[in-house]
């Protein structure tokens, strides 16, 4: 008999405006994977394609998506306010290296500064 967990305990996905509009301009095939990422991080998983985003902490997971000849980025928060939070999207367009831009970080830095200070009571 196989067990089926109907009542799974799914945090809601919330976006940052400016990462949302940014993510519906990228393909649907990099959409469709991040997309399955952030279900599996809701679900309190984590996807192959996730990785924590270095000097963010753990609870902050740069999602990397390969399509064609470019590479694409969503880059979530899981432990706040008991939902995922998606606070940025990007397309890297570094020919050079895996590391995400300095630029990139500093706005997701700030992101979650402003998000924090805003979801305190």
Not at 31 to 46: C, M, S, V, Y
Request: aromatic fraction near 8%; glycine fraction near 6%.
């Amino acid at each position: 008999m196989t067990t089926y967990d109907a009542y799974r305990d799914t945090k809601p996905v919330s976006w940052i405006r400016a990462a949302r509009k940014v993510f519906e301009a990228f393909p649907e095939a990099v959409r469709d994977r991040a997309n399955t990422a952030l279900t599996i991080a809701a679900e309190g998983g984590k996807a192959e394609i996730a990785k924590p985003l270095k000097g963010l902490g753990s609870s902050v997971l740069e999602i990397v998506v390969r399509y064609r000849t470019n590479a694409w980025r969503v880059v979530c928060v899981t432990g706040l306010d008991d939902q995922i939070w998606v606070l940025h999207a990007f397309q890297k367009k570094s020919l050079v290296g895996i590391k995400t831009p300095k630029p990139e970080i500093e706005l997701i830095a700030g992101r979650l500064k402003r998000l924090k200070s805003e979801l305190s009571p």
